[in-house]
């Protein structure tokens, strides 16, 4: 996997300017041609994110033995709790599940470095998941604390669509009606099938999920910053520096979402980015939409913004996927419904307003293609527009809560990357 850069941005989009410098002054002596950047989601630290990379790139070089090829791994901070599994990654880069109902000190650890300044909140709320004092003031504290960390972003970031109440109102609305909500949804994923509608789980069950959901939120608005005001801007510039090369942007979880807001901040004219692939976005599926069929006199935030790539937009999704599939539309919309909400039953109640791309893909789209991953594979994937691939083939492994939603590592999906960008 050579020659092989990394490009690191802060909270705000602010490049490492040596790294940008390095990259930009090589790309062309190296003789490369095609770029494939890629930008990660759910990790934390430089050597997780470096994992990810080598292993999804390493059977490119075989895919394309004569393409004149060079790679950029995307580093930006976001965090991962410790007990996310991800299949098939060694334990010192992906630590195994436990049964911790609290905070173990990796998740600690990289809360705050998540949010700095914010310690003795943190402390506090490690405290009560390991307490789960009896009634509701507990959980009201939870909910007050969950809020503070949420709040707390610098350059808050653009939503995925124009509408008012875009955002999730998970971390506004009552607490213990969240942690209810979620600690049954996470009761549905646990057994599917067999979880007793009538029963009333423990609302500290979904605590931590609410939790994890407000450290996935600050993530998603922080990728869409480093997009806007970090990767496009240095993409524009490295087009200018080495006006041959063909970009192809590539991006897991919210890290799709970081390639697609990179998108808006290209700089007019600049016509380098030659195909866009997202694997299991986690942003709303109607980002791209002409017109929100909820309300059609808005648009998604990145409308139109597809017509920037001189290629195809291609969104690999899964069913797999219970990160997308339950819980990012259970946390995107929390609207007090009383009804049972748990496991399939979230869409029905909801509604697709709340999907998200790497559940079933780009939606609202005039002309938008939908294939499965052999027919992508096998020539029909077109050379413009938006493209749908339905990846569950082989994005199908992981355990609750996120299932499939880190099962990218695979040759099929690099292939998916050589294809959009017509790499030979």
């Not at 004569?66 to 965090?79: D, K, Q």
């Not at 939503?159 to 049954?184: I, W, Y």
């Not at 806007?228 to 490295?238: F, K, S």
């Not at 380098?272 to 694997?279: D, E, G, P, Q, Y």
């Amino acid at each position: 996997m050579t020659p092989y850069w990394e490009l690191t941005f802060d909270a705000d989009g602010d490049v490492d300017g040596p790294e940008r410098d390095q990259l930009t002054a090589q790309v062309t002596d190296l003789g490369v041609r095609d770029l494939i950047v890629f930008a990660h989601g759910w990790n934390n630290d430089r050597s997780g994110a470096t994992a990810l990379y080598r292993r999804f790139f390493a059977p490119i070089p075989r895919l394309a033995p004569r393409a004149r090829l060079g790679y950029v791994g995307v580093i930006w901070p976001s965090m991962r709790f410790s007990d996310e599994p991800i299949p098939d990654f060694p334990r010192s880069v992906a630590p195994a599940p436990g049964p911790h109902p609290g905070l173990d000190e990796d998740t600690v650890r990289a809360l705050r470095n998540t949010f700095p300044g914010r310690a003795p909140e943190i402390a506090r709320l490690a405290v009560l998941l390991d307490q789960r004092p009896a009634g509701t003031e507990g959980l009201r504290e939870f909910g007050r604390l969950v809020r503070l960390l949420v709040t707390g972003e610098q350059r808050p970031g653009a939503a995925d669509t124009g509408e008012e109440g875009g955002e999730p109102a998970v971390f506004t609305q009552d607490p213990v009606t969240a942690c209810e909500a979620f600690a049954s949804a996470l009761a549905a994923l646990d057994s599917p099938g067999t979880t007793n509608r009538f029963s009333i789980p423990n609302p500290w069950e979904g605590a931590k999920e609410l939790l994890r959901q407000a450290t996935y939120y600050t993530m998603k608005r922080r990728a869409g910053t480093v997009g806007e005001h970090g990767l496009g801007p240095v993409t524009g510039q490295l087009a200018h520096a080495a006006p041959g090369v063909r970009v192809h942007l590539v991006g897991h979880s919210f890290g799709g979402r970081l390639v697609s807001f990179a998108l808006r901040g290209l700089p007019g004219g600049v016509r380098a980015v030659r195909s866009v692939t997202l694997l299991q976005g986690a942003f709303s599926h109607y980002a791209f939409a002409d017109r929100l069929p909820h309300d059609p006199d808005r648009s998604g935030a990145l409308k139109d913004r597809q017509r920037r790539i001189d290629g195809p937009l291609v969104c690999c999704y899964s069913h797999f996927d219970s990160a997308l599939g339950t819980l990012y539309p259970l946390a995107s919309r929390l609207a007090g419904d009383d009804r049972s909400c748990v496991g399939g039953e979230i869409a029905a109640v909801l509604g697709p307003r709340w999907g998200a791309m790497g559940h079933d893909g780009v939606q609202a789209v005039p002309g938008t293609v939908r294939l499965d991953l052999a027919a992508a594979l096998n020539g029909s994937l077109p050379a413009a527009g938006c493209v749908n691939v339905d990846a569950a083939a082989v994005v199908r492994h992981g355990g609750p809560p996120s299932g499939a939603h880190s099962d990218i590592v695979h040759p099929e999906l690099a292939r998916v990357v050589l294809a959009a960008g017509r790499i030979a």
